[in-house]
Nanobody, 125 residues
Framework: VQLQASGGGLVQAGGSLRLSCAAS??????MGWFRQAPGKEREFVAA????????YLADPVKGRFTISSDHAKNTVYLQMNSLKPEDTADYYC?????????????????????WGQGTQVTVSS
């Protein structure tokens, strides 16, 4: 699976951005977004199952971020609203086959076998 992330940029606090992740090759059953801020560990942001569209969101982004998918385009989107300076990070999309529906497995880095390059998001105060 090849993953191509795009859509990052510089935005003021309170603004919005939409990230895209286009997948090619063999499809995994889950697509996810992670982020990594300078000096911090990579953390889970959101995930979506291709079948059924079940979504998972990390607590810090609930109510602000939405993850969605377009099957025809093999693309997953991360709509980020009400952005805060603490959302500043490199955002990575990932794909994996996850057969347990619990949020625990969808939030684990080790559940994902394929990773795209990062796209930088900077939120100014």
């Amino acid at each position: 699976v090849q993953l191509q992330a795009s859509g990052g940029g510089l935005v003021q606090a309170g603004g919005s951005l939409r990230l895209s992740c286009a997948a090619s090759g063999r499809r995994r059953n889950v697509m996810g977004w992670f982020r990594q801020a300078p000096g911090k560990e990579r953390e889970f942001v959101a995930a979506i199952r291709w079948t059924g569209g079940i979504t998972y969101l990390a607590d810090p982004v609930k109510g602000r971020f939405t993850i969605s998918s377009d099957h025809a385009k093999n693309t997953v989107y991360l709509q980020m609203n009400s952005l805060k300076p603490e959302d500043t990070a490199d955002y990575y999309c990932a794909a994996g086959n996850i057969y347990d529906s619990s949020s625990y497995y969808h939030s684990r880095i080790s559940s994902y076998s394929d990773w795209g390059q990062g796209t930088q998001v900077t939120v100014s105060s």
